[in-house]
């Protein structure tokens, strides 16, 4: 009886709108950040068809227009197969609540926030406390998804990879993703993108706090630190540093840190690992230098140490021993790591004479940054530090801005108005979508224009809502957030809701969890589109686990926008 009522209601509209049938709404979740770009995408109606004519943006409260224009023609995508159209508004619209009309047609409705990005901030930033190491999450700072503390590492075992013997301590830091393991690779990019915001915008990051533990330095460097500490653990006397610790397979979804009580080991010492980690603690010395000066010699001393032992072993790469099933991080190509850590210690105050063999590096075409290629950072480092580089950041800003450009390109022409294309759908899609943002971000400081911006902004919401699943991509965030992430404390705890803050991988066709075993899923990838081919459920490692280093890249893409709207002179401006 009410369908019948609500099909006959819905064709009445239908004929008196200048839109056919609802199309289908996605937008931003969360909250949008006040006077900033904000983009809504309209997907397909059921009867197939894209609005046309003339849309309104409606102040819900008080019934006035505030903004207006036409609907675009729909766009193509090749991560899709299909097209949608992306409504941009003006950088205008104060706090609020508005609604998206067309004719007398609601389309769908929104909110404006004064503080959405520092909110989204805090609470992406709170998913690293959330998955500390060695530590009891109280319910003072971690709420219903508070849990004793698991695995100490203070006996951890020497696996014969590493040629050695005996157990050693290697206690706190983050667990990796949703297993239990650390790994210093991608704690490498992870710290690396951290520690950049501290001393890009420290006047913003000395002051942005959240609850958390309390300590003397500000809240974001009090959280790297537990990272760090354990980091600085993982280094041999020689300087070289192992690859990871961590059991020999992953323990079961079901249990909670504590109960995971199996054997650690740390496995053979690499070149990446050493020099992801020469890169971090040449960067952590600058950071540390002025709030606390022992740590920051102490972090200078280890890096050194660890370049060094990169020179002496430049190519030792990671094989997985035979009775270790646990997260590789294997890399071969390792140009990329050597120029992050060089350009680091550069800045330290290495010389001319360290520095040339580097400057053929410099010059190469870019992506954005991924656990397995941070050459990217290096740019940004080398962008960010004119005063050392010289002539060498003319090479740097052209390379990021030719990259830049291939991204606001793809956000100004495609359905969904994101930078992602079919090619970058990998495992992991999410946090290359925010690695991309971060790009973007990069590129509108340092001389590219406010498509940068815009499309940096795009990325965000596609994360929060404005996608084809109408889902929120970071648990806890939004209406409709993932529900089910490949988490383990999320997964056993008695909590219904997931713990929140976590970026989720995103789609890709890899399937590597697609099959007919308990903890695999069903088979998502039926429409053949990367961009369809994700799924909300716990089994999903390939497409719905968390991770540190996408945490990272979110935090990045929306603390960069934090920075810009709040560094002195007021350097936030579309019109630029
Ligand atoms: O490098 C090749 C590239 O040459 C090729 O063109 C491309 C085609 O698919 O594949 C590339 O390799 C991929 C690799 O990541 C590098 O991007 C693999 O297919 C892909 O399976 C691999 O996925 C990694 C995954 O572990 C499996 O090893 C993810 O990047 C990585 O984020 C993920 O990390 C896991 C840890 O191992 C364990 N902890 C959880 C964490 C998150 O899922
Ligand atoms: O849970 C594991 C996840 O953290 C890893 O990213 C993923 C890929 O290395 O592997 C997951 O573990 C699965 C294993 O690889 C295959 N059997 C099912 C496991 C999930 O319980």
Redesign the pocket.
């Given at each position: 009886m009410l369908g019948s009522v609500f099909i006959l209601f819905a064709t009445s509209t239908a004929l008196a709108a200048p839109v056919p049938a609802m199309p289908a709404y996605r937008a931003n979740q969360a909250n949008y950040q006040a006077f900033s770009p904000i983009h809504m995408v309209l997907g397909r109606s059921p009867a197939g068809g894209f609005p046309q004519g003339a849309w309104t943006v409606m102040d819900s409260a008080r019934g006035k227009i505030m903004a207006k224009g036409s609907f675009p023609a729909p766009r193509g995508w090749n991560a899709l197969h299909d097209s949608a159209v992306v409504i941009d508004l003006p950088p205008s619209l104060p706090a609020g609540s508005f609604r998206l009309e067309a004719g007398k047609t609601k389309l769908g409705t929104f909110r404006v926030s004064a503080t959405a990005d520092r909110d989204l901030f805090r609470i992406a930033m709170k998913a690293f406390y959330h998955n500390r190491s060695a530590t009891t999450t109280t319910p003072e700072f971690a709420g219903r998804w508070g849990r004793p503390a698991g695995h100490p590492d203070t006996l951890v075992r020497r696996h014969p990879s590493t040629g050695q013997a005996g157990t050693f301590s290697s206690p706190k830091g983050w667990y990796d993703?949703?297993?239990y393991g650390k790994y210093i690779v991608n704690s490498g990019i992870t710290c690396w993108t951290l520690l950049d915001l501290a001393e890009s915008h420290s006047a913003v990051f000395d002051t942005l706090s959240w609850p958390i533990p309390p300590g003397k330095e500000p809240a974001l460097l009090r959280e790297l630190r537990w990272n760090l500490d354990w980091m600085l653990s993982m280094q041999d006397r020689d300087g070289g540093v192992y690859h990871k610790l961590t059991t020999l397979r992953?323990n079961a979804?079901t249990e909670l840190p504590h109960q995971d009580v199996g054997d650690r080991f740390v496995v053979m010492k690499t070149t990446a690992a050493t020099l992801d980690f020469a890169a971090v603690f040449y960067k952590a010395a600058r950071v540390f230098a002025a709030k606390d000066s022992a740590y920051g010699v102490l972090c200078q001393a280890a890096a050194e140490r660890a370049w060094a032992w990169s020179v002496a072993h430049p190519s030792t790469i990671y094989h997985q021993p035979t009775d270790v099933r646990t997260?590789k991080y294997e890399d071969t190509v390792l140009s990329d790591e050597r120029l992050l850590a060089a350009v680091e210690r550069r800045i330290n105050g290495a010389g001319d004479d360290f520095w040339l063999p580097f400057r053929r590096l410099v010059d190469q075409p870019r992506k954005e940054a991924s656990w397995q290629d941070v050459g990217a950072l290096a740019i940004y480092a080398i962008v960010g530090h004119p005063e050392v580089f010289g002539a060498d950041t003319v090479a740097a800003s052209f390379r990021l801005l030719e990259r830049a450009r291939i991204l606001a390109d793809r956000a100004a022409s495609t359905a969904y108005g994101a930078s992602i294309d079919s090619t970058d759908f990998v495992w992991g899609s999410n946090a290359v979508l925010a690695n991309q943002g971060i790009l973007l971000l990069h590129a509108f400081r340092h001389g590219g224009d406010s498509s940068y911006l815009v499309a940096a902004r795009r990325d965000l919401g596609y994360l929060l809502g404005a996608n084809p699943f109408d889902s929120s991509f970071v648990t806890g965030v939004g209406a409709r957030p993932a529900r089910h992430p490949?988490h383990r404390p999320s997964v056993a705890d008695t909590v219904l809701s997931p713990v929140p803050g976590f970026l989720v991988g995103g789609g890709h066709l890899g399937g590597q969890d697609v099959g007919p075993n308990s903890?695999q899923c069903r088979d998502y990838r039926a429409s053949g589109a990367p961009a369809l081919s994700w799924t909300d459920q716990a089994c999903s490692?390939a497409t719905n686990?968390v991770a540190i280093n996408w945490n990272a890249a979110l935090v990045g893409l929306v603390g960069g926008l934090v920075a810009l709207r709040e560094c002195a002179g007021g350097c936030y401006s579309v019109t630029r």
């Open positions: 993703a949703g297993d992953f979804m997260g490949h903890w490692y686990e």
